[in-house]
């Protein structure tokens, strides 16, 4: 049975928020039910340690061959 140990703090981590689009939110083409629920807490902790977070999105091409390739990047149709 394992046994309860202090914890140390984190201290080089950072808050990385993925594809937070507006499309994810009440109304939006891609509603997603978690969104008013979560949406509060990245803001605030987003707030919080605004220096340690991270936004990411993606962002769909018009065109299939109107992506940019990029170093080490393979074509995925290969």
């Known amino acids: 049975m ?3 140990t202090r914890v140390e703090s984190i201290t080089g981590a950072v808050h990385l928020s993925i ?3 507006n499309v994810f939110a ?3 083409v891609w509603e997603t039910p978690w969104m008013e629920r979560v949406l509060p807490l990245i803001v605030e902790i987003a707030a ?3 220096a340690r977070t991270v936004f ?3 962002i769909t091409p ?3 061959d109107d992506r940019r390739r ?3 990047q393979r074509d995925l149709r290969e």
Do not use: N
């Open 19 to 21: 594809d937070m689009q």
């Open 62 to 64: 018009v065109h299939a």
């Open 70 to 72: 990029y170093p080490g």
């Open 2 to 4: 394992a046994v309860a």
């Open 48 to 50: 919080r340690h605004a």
């Open 26 to 28: 009440p109304g939006g």
């Open 56 to 58: 990411t999105r993606f």
